[in-house]
């Protein structure tokens, strides 16, 4: 909690203090949040997305990404089956800020790397129990905005087209939309 409070209060008092070179940035986004419920079917899923990087250069940030994924799929016919899986990567990125002086950043951000995931289902009529784990690529590529609420905390929305290619498949594509936050905490 004292790192969060220490964020609120730093920053710079320009307003592109946050994204010059030397300024470390954490964050937290989120995407794919789904409850669906029917008279046959439960369904949940949903991501996080934790984040850490650094300013190589002014409006140059490059960092690692750590998304963390849950879906739960329970049908109830067949004396019910449900579907489970858990997805954790590591994805490198590289963002880049159009240079501004407003609290309205707009930024476009790259990223590529692994995901594993591990995959049960059990249940019906035949009694199935079957796991998987899958590694697979994944990269994206998006366009994003951020609006600084202070110096040093930006909320932000990306859109980004992803491609996911693995063990089983030869790849697939979708677009996404995650919201979170950054702090943004500069060298002293």
Known sequence: MSLLAAALLAGGSAAQAQTTQGTHVLGLSG????????DLTKRFSGTLIPTAG???ADNVALGVAVPISYNRLKVDVADGITNRALSVGVLPWLRYYLPS???????????AGGVLTSSHADGGISGINY???DVS??????????????????LEGLLAYQRISGNHDSGSGALSLNLGFRIYLPRN
């Open 131 to 133: 796991s998987s784990t």
């Open 31 to 38: 995407g794919s949040f789904t409850y669906q419920k029917s």
């Open 54 to 56: 650094v300013f190589l």
């Open 101 to 111: 002086e407003s609290k309205h950043r707009l930024f476009g951000e790259l990223s």
């Open 137 to 154: 690529f994944a990269g994206s590529a998006g366009l994003g905005y951020s609006y600084f609420i202070t110096p040093a905390v930006g």
